[in-house]
């Protein structure tokens, strides 16, 4: 009897968790295939064309950087919270600034604001070393601890002030600031390397911003373009 | 009968303040478009429980005696209710546009929001059921409880933070619901319900049952969370409740040149309404130092000074003192720094030795005023004039203040400012730069058209853009910029990376350091420069809305327009949409909102019951014409001329505090009087408040510019002459509409009230648009064309004490003329 007992239960569990893994495979299948028509609406259909921000923004799994009860809504194209009054960017402005700054194998990206880790992670799937800074601890361990399980190992996370940049890190082919700022900070620009972009939004804190794209010639001359308006949060200096 | 007066008065004193104090609650905690918006709906209560009351027969003068004091204790109660309920609703309006929840969310806050307006109409309505041979002393008892009400605000937003400040209206709504069931007649229970209303409400105003949070996505939880952050000094006003918090690693340097790279001082964050508003900065010592003051040399606002000789200077928008200080590196010796929000320039105080006459060896006067009346006023010339961004510059970027009117950047604010210049002076205005460009065009347009009207033939070479990374200069001089200046200005704008897109001798300027998709401050000040219908050709072709504001339409944060939305919508650039203008979009939200529950709520069962109506006798739709009408001229008039007013007594808080609570004090005079005039002489009134607001629209713009540089005691005269025959008119109409129809009183009362309602609901949207797009003087011709209405509707109407249809007027009239040709 106890044994008849024990293979029931054992039964009982196989069955639990193959249909548990069952689901768990139809839940991946159904996010992926959202993740597959979100690029091709909100990303190709808006007319980004690079190769490697496109593959980056099909692999990384929006869904997992987004709190539970929002997965639902991670491949619609706008922003979501995140917590602390913070956001994850909507798809086609990530991919936007992904594009901008020319992602290629083995370029060195500075990212200021990590907040859930997703842009560090497409970053990353384009095969830069990215290097993000987050002023606000939990998010920083938070996205610290997602990148290593998901394994994008090309990210390092550290918690500190984004406004002097990482200068034991720089150069960098590009800067990425995902928080806007009424001012571009000296630091950041010092550690651009010539030839390299940086993309920040800067304007007013809390109302809209624009994209500013900064290039640093060979030189050393800085020049700007104004690129498209969005909406960020602020960029925080000193660690929390 | 005085005593319910006095309680209706406490009631509307109780729903004007609270209705003031949501919108300061609701800016706090989200931003001012959903301010307006929401409190524009809540209103609609007032509208919807005369409504109710029609639908449900009327009242009859019993029923009002036995409801009245109930009403009144409900609206206390919901005064407290309403507040406690609606800070546990975890309402985040940036998720509107993905979450059906927070619609659901918003939607049960406009119903919760509307019930203490409902509750206290209804009051109101059921006071003049039992006054309807006197209605004038209950509703000029209300006008002046709003009278009340307003001033009221402005005293509880100097003492009382957001919190508290929201339990006063509770308290004065109990008191008046306290004198009711204490006056009438003698029940035990209903004396102690309201005992302890009254000490309910007494205790929520010591130990507020909510706590006002501002929005997490604005600047001052964001900064409060930075490492080491304290809040260090908080000050309040009715200008906005201004909070200053130091934290090591705030920065603030709006618009630094790309080429600075030096270090930033230690600086503290000050906050308005929770936005960024500036910051002060902790120079190393209070004299002007070359070396600790640099980083102002690498800011926008030092261009004007590469000139040189700017001695004298006037700061307009001083804020917390970055530009006086800018100005004293530079050598000024002279400087008058104006700022409108005292509390700001308290808080400054507070953290920092603001540079003054005894502190530095510049002459230094801070003005706690408003800029446009200290121009007026003033005889000092100046070397430089200069308009700043504000510190948080949410509200320009944003289009979240596109509706605020500002009148320090019209084309007549900027022509005051150039006459106010020394023969070598320079007016010099920054923005923040947009994408596509707006209020930048519209400063360049806007500064050639006053440069026309003060130095027409200085315009071609005395006007000069110049664009960083982030900001737009522009530079009039009326004495003209000479090779040496533009040569001064070309060193200094290389060295900060600055593109200067236009000066004088310019053909087509290639910008080297910020490239624009499109060079369009270029085109704008080609354009602006080279002739009127050039400039005017300019701006009626521009996507957005571009061209000078005046002021009669006060309006220079606006861009959008209709056009522009549809062009947008379809070119797929829906990225920008949002961004463009949310106090534009909010109010059309508004008014359509309005628009339709007004329709739900009074014009589809107004004509239900006119159909289903035993005869033209008793058909409602001249009742519900007539108050509709009234509803709508007194919104559009008090609407324009506050506007006006404010411009002529400066301030823009106590001008339109002092303003409104004159119109409603004069309306409530004209109410009581009316009780001693004929209902049929409302026709009368009504020709003559059309001819008055039709002059007043022709001539008073002209009287404000004439009469501001006077002293602030022949201003108030000029104001109160113009104001007091209008408003005390304005005030006669409702009353002496009631009277017409008292004869069948019960539910034509509930309708006029219910139509009036709404219609000063919707009128408040519907004149800010007119206001906005054709300005105030328009609005005024609006006005005088509704009241005209209004009188001719009543001289149709009025029979005696009773109300019937016009067309049995016009039979009468017939009868008698077909019997005076055949005499029988």
């Not at chain 1, 994008?152 to 928080?179: I, L, N, Q, S």
């Not at chain 2, 004038?136 to 400040?165: E, Q």
Request: glycine share 8%.
């Amino acid at each position: 009897m106890p044994r008849l007992l024990f293979c029931s239960l054992f039964a009982t569990a196989l069955v639990t968790v193959e249909t548990s893994a069952q689901r768990a495979a139809d839940t991946d299948a159904r996010f992926s295939a959202r993740r597959v028509a979100m690029v091709d609406r909100y990303i190709v259909g808006e007319g980004i064309k690079d190769s490697a921000t496109l593959h980056a923004m099909r692999a990384v799994p929006r869904h997992e950087f987004v709190p539970a009860d929002l997965r639902d809504k991670a491949y619609d194209n706008h922003p979501l919270p995140i917590g602390l009054g913070q956001t994850i960017s909507q798809p086609y402005i990530v991919a936007f600034m992904t594009e901008i700054v020319r992602p290629r194998p083995g370029m060195r990206v500075l990212e200021v604001g990590t907040g859930s880790g997703y842009q560090a992670a497409v970053l990353a799937a384009t095969g830069a070393q990215v290097y993000t800074i987050e002023i606000f601890r939990p998010l920083a361990d938070s996205a610290r601890s997602r990148l290593e399980r998901l394994g994008y190992r090309g990210v390092t996370v550290r918690h500190g002030d984004g406004h002097d940049g990482w200068p034991e890190a720089a150069p960098f082919d590009a800067v990425m600031v995902t928080a806007a700022a009424g001012h571009i900070p000296p630091a950041l620009t010092r550690q651009l390397r010539p030839g390299g972009r940086m993309v920040i939004p800067v304007g007013s804190v809390y109302g809209a911003q624009y994209l500013i794209l900064v290039e640093k010639d060979a030189k050393g001359a800085v020049r700007t373009r104004n690129l498209l308006p969005v909406m960020f949060v602020p960029m925080l200096s000193g660690p929390r | 009968m005085t005593v319910r007066a006095v309680a209706v008065g406490c009631l509307a004193a109780a729903s004007l303040l609270f209705e003031i104090l949501l919108i300061r609650v609701f800016a706090v905690e989200h931003f001012h478009h959903v301010a307006y918006m929401a409190i524009g709906v809540a209103m609609l209560g007032i509208g919807a429980s005369g409504t109710v009351v029609a639908a449900l027969g009327g009242t009859t003068t019993s029923a009002a005696q036995r409801w009245f004091a109930p009403a009144a204790l409900a609206t206390a109660v919901s005064l407290v209710v309403t507040p406690v309920v609606l800070h546990r609703i975890a309402l985040d309006l940036t998720q509107l546009t993905w979450s059906a929840t927070q619609w659901l969310r918003l939607g049960f806050v406009y119903v919760l929001l509307a019930l203490p307006f409902a509750l206290g109409a209804l009051a109101m309505l059921l006071a003049i059921t039992l006054e309807h041979t006197r209605p004038g002393w209950i509703y000029g008892a209300g006008f002046l409880g709003s009278a009340g009400g307003a001033l009221l605000s402005v005293v509880v937003l100097w003492f009382l933070d957001p919190t508290r400040a929201l339990a006063i209206p509770a308290l004065i709504a109990a008191l008046g619901a306290a004198m009711i069931a204490w006056s009438g007649a003698r029940s035990t229970g209903r004396f102690a319900v309201a005992a302890l209303t009254l000490a309910l409400t007494s205790l929520v105003v010591v130990r507020p049952l909510w706590r006002v949070a501002v929005s997490p996505y604005k600047a001052l939880p964001q900064v409060e969370a930075y490492p080491d952050a304290r809040r260090v000094a908080e000050r309040l006003s009715p200008l906005g409740w201004v909070v200053a918090v130091q934290a090591p690693a705030f920065r603030y340097a709006p618009g630094l040149s790309l080429a600075y790279e030096g270090d930033l001082p230690p600086q503290t964050a000050l906050f308005v309404d929770g936005e960024l508003a500036g910051a002060v900065t902790h120079w190393a010592t209070n004299e002007p130092d070359r070396g600790a003051m640099e980083v102002l040399r690498w800011l926008p606002l030092a261009l004007p000074y590469a000139l040189g000789g700017r001695l004298r200077v006037l700061v307009l928008g001083a804020g917390a003192g970055m530009e006086v200080w800018a100005a004293l590196a530079h050598g000024a010796r002279r400087v008058v720094a104006v700022e409108v929000n005292s509390a700001l320039i308290d808080a400054t105080t507070d953290l920092a030795q603001l540079p003054t006459r005894a502190t530095t060896a510049a002459q230094i006067d801070w003005i706690a005023g408003d800029a446009r009346s200290v121009v007026a006023r003033t005889r000092e010339r100046f070397d430089l004039i200069t308009l700043v961004p504000g510190g948080g510059i949410t509200g320009a970027a944003g289009g979240l203040h596109a509706l605020n009117e500002d009148f320090m950047h019209t084309t007549d604010a900027y022509a005051d400012y150039l006459q106010r210049l020394t023969s070598d002076g320079v007016l010099a205005v920054t923005r923040w730069a947009s994408e596509p460009p707006r209020s930048s065009v519209r400063v360049i347009l806007a500064i050639a058209e006053a440069m026309r009207r003060v130095r027409p033939a200085a315009t071609q070479n005395g006007i000069v853009v110049a664009r960083s990374w982030g900001t737009t200069t522009v530079l009039a001089k009326p004495a003209g910029f000479s090779e040496a200046d533009l040569d001064r200005l070309r060193t200094w704008a290389a060295s900060r990376q600055v593109d200067l897109d236009w000066f004088p001798g310019a053909s087509s300027p290639e910008a080297q350091y910020n490239i624009p998709d499109e060079p369009t401050l270029v085109y704008a000040a080609r354009a602006a420069v080279a002739h009127p219908d050039s400039a005017r050709r300019f701006a009626d072709e521009y996507p957005f809305a571009v061209a000078p504001a005046s002021d009669a339409r006060p309006y220079p944060h606006r861009f959008l327009r209709a056009g522009s939305l549809r062009t947008f919508l379809r070119s797929g650039s829906a990225s920008w949409l949002p961004f463009a203008e949310w106090g534009y979009i909010a109010l059309l939200a508004t008014l359509a909102q309005s628009v339709l529950l007004a329709g739900v709520f009074i014009v589809i069962p107004a004509a239900l019951h006119s159909r289903r109506s035993r005869g033209p006798s008793e058909s409602l739709l001249p009742v519900v014409a007539y108050f509709a009408a009234i509803g709508l001229g007194y919104m559009a008039a008090e609407i324009a001329v506050i506007q006006q007013l404010t411009l002529l007594l400066g301030h823009p808080v106590y001008a339109v505090a002092g303003v409104l609570a004159s119109i409603l004090m004069c309306s409530g005079a004209g109410s009581m009087w009316s009780d001693r005039v004929a209902p049929r002489h409302a026709t009368r009134v009504g020709a003559a408040l059309g001819g008055a607001l039709a002059v007043l629209a022709a001539v008073l713009l002209a009287l404000v510019h004439h009469f501001q540089p006077l002293p602030f005691a022949v201003r108030g005269v000029a104001a109160a002459t113009l104001l007091v025959p209008v408003a005390f008119a304005m005030g006669m109409m409702f009353p002496l509409g009631l009277r017409g129809i008292a004869g069948d009183h019960g539910k034509r009362i509930a309708w006029a009230w219910s139509s009036n309602g709404f219609a000063s609901v919707v009128g408040a949207p519907l004149a800010a648009l007119i206001a906005v797009e054709a300005g105030s003087q328009m609005l005024l011709v609006v006005a005088a064309a509704v009241y005209l209405l209004a009188g001719l509707i009543a001289r149709g109407s009025v029979v005696g004490h009773s109300w019937s249809w016009p067309r049995s007027r016009l039979l009468a009239v017939f009868d008698r003329a077909a019997s005076a040709r055949h005499p029988r």
